[in-house]
């Protein structure tokens, strides 16, 4: 079954804005990841914040954690057309030894 | 190219027939997970390997559905006598794992798309 809810289902936005992306989750996560599909391809890692850790950043990515909320957002900076993709939250639930459980995902559209 | 593959990556069968994917991962990668994914929906977790050793498998993997990594490097996920409701995207992943640890980012494969009609 899936472990997350991202909200929203989609978004289309301008280039150049900021795309925020938010996942709610329902269990204890050991970490939380954030994927990104192209359209009929595999799936590629973006970022992995740790349950321990409220914030992290790689490039144009800023992902928060707040588990008292079970939630966690993916914020894309200075958006790009290429950033199209359907975006995926994943959690590794406690004591679930990494398998991943993921959310339904968000397509996300960047016009040019 | 030194990514995850998958062979084939499609496959249209009918209803009732056998049908094996095979996986090739990372070479240096000890663990290995198949997943599922519908239109629409995120991948779903099946099973997985570390090294040779199957440790874990989902409700969603029934008695027609078996896999196997018989020397710790590739996999193969057969579904015998299939259904309509098996067409789904069906994705390989693996990962370099130390020890205990779950911190660890999952290398995707392009996926095998089965068709059942």
């Known amino acids: 079954s899936q472990q997350g809810e991202e909200d929203p289902q989609a978004l289309s936005i301008q280039e150049g804005e900021n795309a925020t992306m938010n996942c709610s989750y329902k269990?204890?996560?050991?970490?939380l990841q954030w994927y990104r599909q192209n359209s009929g391809r595999g799936l590629v890692h973006l970022i992995l914040?740790?349950?321990?850790?409220r914030e992290k950043h790689s490039g144009r990515l800023r992902v928060t954690l707040d588990t008292s909320k079970k939630s966690s957002s993916l914020l894309i900076t200075a958006s790009r057309a290429a950033d199209t993709a359907s975006y995926f939250c994943?959690?590794?639930?406690?004591?679930?030894?990494?398998?991943?459980?993921f959310g339904k995902g968000i397509t996300l559209s960047v016009r040019p | 190219d030194t990514g995850v593959s998958q062979d084939p990556r499609h496959k249209i069968t009918k209803r009732g027939q056998n049908v094996t994917f095979r996986c090739d991962p990372i070479?240096?990668?000890?663990?290995l997970y198949w997943y599922r994914q519908t239109l629409g929906q995120g991948p779903e977790f099946l099973t997985y390997?570390?090294?040779?050793?199957?440790?874990?498998k989902s409700r969603l993997l029934s008695d027609r559905f078996s896999a196997e990594r018989p020397k710790g490097s590739f996999s193969t996920l057969e579904i015998q006598r299939t259904e309509q409701g098996d067409s789904a995207m069906y994705l390989c992943?693996?990962?370099?794992?130390?020890?205990?640890?779950?911190?660890?980012?999952?290398?995707f494969g392009p996926g095998t798309r089965l068709t059942v009609l």
């Open positions: 994943a959690t590794v639930r406690t004591g679930a030894n990494s398998k991943l459980t």
């Open positions: 914040i740790r349950s321990n850790e």
């Open positions: 269990t204890s996560i050991n970490n």
């Open positions: 070479s240096e990668h000890n663990r």
């Open positions: 992943a693996s990962s370099l794992v130390y020890g205990a640890t779950s911190y660890n980012e999952q290398f």
């Open positions: 390997f570390q090294n040779e050793a199957q440790l874990e």
